[in-house]
């Protein structure tokens, strides 16, 4: 492995006044370089984003909206601001016959802080929520009894069917009949599948819930056009703009006219003060990216590459939970190799390729030692990898499941690296 460079473009300044964090971040650069990353929810941001989410913005405090806030000096941010929601409304309006009638907050930090802003809007604090359960590929923020949405509100969750760990639409109908909630969450973390969002909105209308749509992890999909849009179904959809999207580590939040208020009361001064306007500007810039026919051409490539990877690994005798994937994400069942999901995860890691351990539905083992791991196809799509890189890799996988041992590891991380110099990765300077 070559030496990192701690004064890579751009961090001249940095070299010299912090040699320790720019050390740290140019060891964090060649790790990302020479591995093999398929955490579902991470990604590469272009040198573009990058550029604008490190600029002076963050020197400014920007409290309230575009044209109404409480500092002066907001002629830049103002625009700024206006250009992420105007780009955002284009991307993810289109399913409405007029655009313009999709309101956006492109303020929340994060997706957490996105979800939280939708209870604080719409629920109040004793009343109801459904969400998807963890165990079952759902979010903690949609109701999990460790995080404050299953604290402060009940929450009562519904599940995927026993037969085919697909959404149990049933299930959600009859809980939503019997315990009446005033929100319904639909939206995953750890789920193979195709959303219905339709399905849930008229399960929502039964009960007078409202139906939000939380499509953190594959919004890239939906504004590429490759999963179908909740936009214009559900009353509310929440976002972080960092996974498939490649954007800044951020949130937004998308909604119908009728509801801007009590989302945009709900964010600030809700729950936050001033916007992170850096994270804004590179959020824009990663909307104006998403909009172009080479976002569309990775987005089909993530489903291309986690599909053809889902079936050479079945053909290797691993078991999918579902069978296969629909979008960017793979849960698979380690129990037939004879393997935990975390020393196989940790094997993995020493190999080269970087995942993490997860529980499958109706998993037997405990969440810190579960049966699974997530993989997902975000990172490799854009680097440009391919069908024939992710028949490679599973043959990678297969031969960790086989032997964990660390000179099999160390071979495979080598043959890892030598793959991966062959598609430098968006945004590193190695
Ligand atoms: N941490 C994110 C994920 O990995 O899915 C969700 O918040």
């Given at each position: ?93 289109k399913p409405l016959a007029d655009p313009a009638q999709l309101h956006v907050n492109v303020q929340p930090y994060s997706g957490s802080p996105a979800n939280l802003a939708v209870y604080l809007a719409f629920v109040k604090p004793g009343e109801t929520v459904m969400g998807l359960g963890l165990a079952a590929g759902g ?62 909105r008229s399960i929502a209308d039964e009960v007078g819930a409202i139906l939000a749509a939380d499509i953190a992890h594959i919004s890239g999909l939906v504004a590429a056009g490759l999963h179908p849009s909740p936009v214009g179904v559900a009353d509310v959809v929440t976002s972080t703009t960092h996974k498939t999207l ?185």
């Amino acid at each position: 492995m070559s030496e990192p460079s701690q004064s890579a473009p751009g961090r001249a300044a940095l070299s010299v006044a912090d040699p320790e964090i720019a050390s740290l971040i140019a060891r964090e650069e060649r790790r990302e370089a020479d591995k093999l990353r398929l955490i579902a929810s991470e990604n590469y941001a272009s040198r573009a984003v990058l550029e604008a989410s490190a600029s002076c913005l963050t020197n400014k405090y920007s409290e309230g909206y575009p044209h109404k806030r409480y500092y002066e000096g907001q002629q830049i941010i103002d625009e700024v601001e206006e250009l992420a929601k105007s780009r955002l409304r284009a991307l993810f309006g289109k399913p409405l016959a007029d655009p313009a009638q999709l309101h956006v907050n492109v303020q929340p930090y994060s997706g957490s802080p996105a979800n939280l802003a939708v209870y604080l809007a719409f629920v109040k604090p004793g009343e109801t929520v459904m969400g998807l359960g963890l165990a079952a590929g759902g979010h903690l923020t949609h109701g999990h009894t460790v995080s404050i949405t299953g604290k402060f509100f009940h929450s009562v969750p519904y599940g995927v069917r026993k037969e085919d760990h697909r959404i149990d639409l049933e299930e959600a109908r009859r809980l939503a009949r019997e315990h009446r909630p005033k929100l319904i969450w639909c939206g995953t973390t750890a789920y193979p599948r195709t959303l219905d969002f339709a399905a849930f909105r008229s399960i929502a209308d039964e009960v007078g819930a409202i139906l939000a749509a939380d499509i953190a992890h594959i919004s890239g999909l939906v504004a590429a056009g490759l999963h179908p849009s909740p936009v214009g179904v559900a009353d509310v959809v929440t976002s972080t703009t960092h996974k498939t999207l490649r954007g800044p580590r951020g949130g937004m939040i998308f909604c119908k006219p009728e509801h801007a208020s009590a989302i945009d009361r709900a964010v600030f001064p809700g729950l936050q003060g001033g916007p992170h306007n850096h994270t804004t500007a590179g959020i824009a810039v990663a909307a104006r990216e998403a909009s172009t026919p080479e976002f569309v051409a990775y987005a089909r490539r993530i489903v291309d590459n986690a599909q053809t990877l889902a079936e050479a690994l079945k053909e290797r005798g691993f078991s999918l939970v579902t069978g296969g994937t629909d979008n960017h994400l793979l849960l698979v069942d380690m129990t037939p190799k004879n393997i935990g999901g975390k020393p196989y995860a940790q094997a993995l890691d020493r190999a080269g390729i970087v995942c993490n351990y997860n529980a499958i539905p109706f998993d037997p083992r405990k969440p810190m030692d579960p049966s699974g791991i997530r993989m997902g196809t975000p990172c490799v799509s854009s680097r440009g990898m391919g069908k024939d890189e992710m028949k490679r890799l599973a043959g990678f996988m297969d031969e960790v499941a086989k032997s964990q041992a660390p000179e099999v590891c160390d071979r495979i991380a080598a043959e890892v690296r030598e793959m991966c110099g062959h598609f430098p990765a968006p945004g590193l300077s190695v």
